[in-house]
């Protein structure tokens, strides 16, 4: 057994960075200034599109987009259920209605006929996920909502450097990234909100600081105009120099890590291949490039004699860290009790939600690490 707890993810973080970080406190200057403003620069550019705001979190950047889209009571929003609470939550707190698009079982991922399915007159917008590193079928997805009138926000939380059809996510319409600790790239905390449409990026870059008209960065005064006015109440969600330095940091690391990344979880599959109970997602059917944000895999647990909770605690006691991505949000609490959510509505989401587990996976991991993680799965199989 390992000596020491593997965890599922860790951030990759260079002395270089800490280093940047600490230069950027000596500076004189530590919020939102030239970082911010050069990381959204950078950000932009990698995805290909025409801007970016860069946000304290991915959930900040959700929450201003729903109320720069005018998202309110009486409103329904398509999303899938197999997703972080976070956008659930905002969709209840505008006054709108979450509806769940189901999965397909093996990618883990809403299309357009499970999405198709439950549009109605009320649907105001559609929220598909790229899921663990994959990308949504954008193309038909897009051409259902066309033909509807219906806006799309991808959340693209866990898709930095993930291609679709040769195209980087964040490239066309508008998505929103993480830079939370465990996603591909880390500012520590942190998010973008990627747009073509420069009246949305207008509105969201004003809602993130307060409402105020006039943002642009003056050099000069290292800030805001004080001459600026609140033209609409906003929030306060903007992204501190402190993060934004090491966010410009990890950008540039980004591919080499997708690419170790992407070595290791080919090494999971052959490996796991050996491990009947252990059923793995599948890629999704047309050209694309996975960023592995996430090696996830679904326990049979009917096969194995085990729940998926037991395999978690078996294989933290062999020292190896596991992550649950995602329990299933119409089966969260408040769901169930204040939208009568409940087992049966979504057959493919809540089949993944009892049986689906995320194995260590991280750029600075060895292929050795991945071999003590088969090693333990095994144990923990057998034993029963
Ligand atoms: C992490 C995550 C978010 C939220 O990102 P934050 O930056 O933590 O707000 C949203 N959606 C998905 C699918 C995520 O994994």
Redesign the pocket.
Known sequence: MRKEFLPFSRPSIAEADIQAVGDVLRSGWITTGVHAAKFEQEFAAYVGTRGAVALA??????HVTLKALGIGPGDEVVTPSM??A??VNLIVLAGARPVFADIDRDTLMAGPDQIAAVLTSRSKLIIP?H?AGAPADMDPIRQIAAERGIPIVE?A??AAGTEYRGRRIGASGTA?F???P??NMTSG???MVCAEDATLLDAVRRLKFHGLGVDAFDRSMQGRSPQAEVVEPGYKYNLTDIAAVLGRRQLARLDEFNRRRTELALYYRRRLAEVDEILPLKDPPYPMRHAWHLLIVRLDSDRAGLSRDAFMEGLKKKNIGTGL??RAVHLHKYYREKLGCARGMLPATEWNSDRICSLPLFPDMHLEDVDDVVVAIKAVLNKK
Do not use: L
């Open positions: 979190s991915a959930t900040g950047g959700m997703t972080w976070s956008t996920v899921f959340d939380a866990h929103i993480s830079f939370h465990i996603k905390e942190g998010g991505h995602f």
